[in-house]
């Protein structure tokens, strides 16, 4: 529409001229020494403006040519980069599909003419890694950290990754470690040492870096929590293969409060506390446990304690009573601790109730050795017996439970 009007307005503008110079043509004189000549005025104006437009062009003509070596290197050089970005998205692609030959032969055919050398060698490096072939992925890191100033961080974060995919645990660690001392907020810095301590079982140091994982949301708070609680578990196992009581309820005690609360992790103390004898201990945690969180488990492995106040842990278990008189663990556990404390009438009362809740094979055995303490030595035999079938269906239906698998906490690296 612009061009339109244009063309209107030139042509009123020629139009109107032209009108003019009928009514008046005018004269132009020019002298040159002796010599003059006379021409129109309008003659003169059409002469000016060819001289112009023609003075115009051969001036654009001469500034073409004189930068026409330029200008050839500069088309040369664009085409160059455009070859280079079009392999190194080709490169990028083959990647993307698990084409690491391709990727790799397309990322680095024509990188002297990328705009972006940092991003192709990084790129070629992953792409050797999974081919296995570290020598060929260290040397494009190598020149990945030449290729761009102020690369370092991102080159040595891509290679610790590469050397955790690898399995060179040892190195890939103490880079991460350097990285974390230069940026300790650094999401996958943070990530990656997480995974790797997992990987190395290095309890300790992952202990002090989940405040941080926390903080930085690196990881969803189910995750967090269950890399925690992991984390603690592990602590306490360590903590009771020293078989040192002390550093036990060391570990325990640094424990976030949240997480003593965790079944699991209460009863994986108790059961340490167990191990190294310390029974009044797990008495306590136990009680302490089943007054916020109602578990066969606990109350099972309750039966199992040999507190030195067996009055009072027979008290306790009975006061559990209350709400859950057909519960045949609560039974089995009361019928244990009477037992313990020589009340021999209500033992056998509480394990016959329970084995006609629940007939369990360790019932029939606490029977047997009840019987055996009356001097019964046919009626424990008899219970000895059933016990002993009945602890053959119990193997036979556990065979048929599939085993839980253990899986990492921490999602792996790509």
């Known amino acids: 529409m612009r061009w339109l009007f244009g063309t209107i307005f030139i042509l009123l503008v020629a139009v109107s001229l032209s009108l003019l110079a009928y009514r008046d043509p005018g004269y132009v004189l020019i002298g040159w020494g002796f010599k003059t000549a006379e021409l129109s005025l309008s003659y003169f104006i059409i002469l000016a403006v060819l001289s112009f437009v023609l003075a115009y062009f051969a001036i654009r003509l001469l500034v073409v040519g004189w930068n026409m070596p330029v200008a050839f290197k500069g088309w040369r050089q664009r085409q160059k980069q455009q070859r280079a970005r079009r392999d190194t998205n080709k490169g990028l692609v083959e990647l993307a599909q698990g084409n690491w030959r391709q990727a790799e032969r397309y990322l680095i055919r024509h990188i002297s003419d990328s705009e972006i050398p940092l991003l192709n060698y990084l790129s070629a490096a992953r792409a050797a890694q999974k081919q296995s072939a570290s020598d060929r992925r260290d040397n494009y890191l190598g020149l990945a950290h030449q290729s761009m100033h102020g690369s370092e961080f991102a080159v040595q974060l891509t290679q610790a990754e590469l050397q955790l995919v690898h399995g060179q645990l040892e190195q890939s660690l103490a880079t991460l470690v350097q990285l974390h001392s230069a940026s300790p907020k650094h999401p996958h810095v943070l990530f990656l040492l997480a995974r790797i301590y997992e990987m190395l079982r290095s309890w300790g140091d992952l202990k002090n870096i989940i405040p941080d994982l926390r903080k930085h949301k690196i990881l969803a708070p189910e995750q967090i929590n269950d890399l925690e609680k992991v984390v603690h578990r592990e602590l306490l196992t360590i903590a009771m293969q020293r078989n040192k009581l002390d550093d036990l309820k060391a570990s325990w005690s640094l424990v976030p409060k949240p997480q003593r609360q ?5 009863m994986h103390y108790t059961r340490c506390l167990l191990t190294l004898d310390a029974h009044n201990d797990a008495e306590q945690v136990v009680r302490e446990t089943v007054k916020r969180l109602w578990d066969p488990q606990l109350v099972y492995i309750y039966g199992l304690i040999q507190a030195k106040d067996s009055d009072k842990q027979l008290a ?27 009340l021999w009438g209500k033992a056998r009362s509480y394990l016959d109730a329970s084995i006609g809740i629940q007939p369990r094979s360790d019932s029939y055995k606490e029977l047997g050795q009840l019987m055996e303490q009356l001097e019964e030595p046919d009626t424990a035999a008899s219970f000895f017996r059933q016990g002993l079938l009945l602890a053959q269906e119990e193997k036979l239906d556990d065979m ?10 921490l999602p792996s690296v790509v």
Do not use: H, S
């Not at 965790?262 to 209460?266: G, R, S, Y």
């Not at 048929?400 to 906490?409: E, F, S, T």
């Open 400 to 409: 048929l439970l599939v085993a839980p698998v253990n899986l990492p906490v």
């Open 262 to 266: 965790n079944l699991e992790l209460a």
């Open 316 to 342: 306790t278990a009975e006061g559990w009573l209350k709400g859950k008189e057909n519960d045949a663990v609560l039974l089995l556990t009361l019928g244990r601790l009477c037992k313990r404390n020589k």
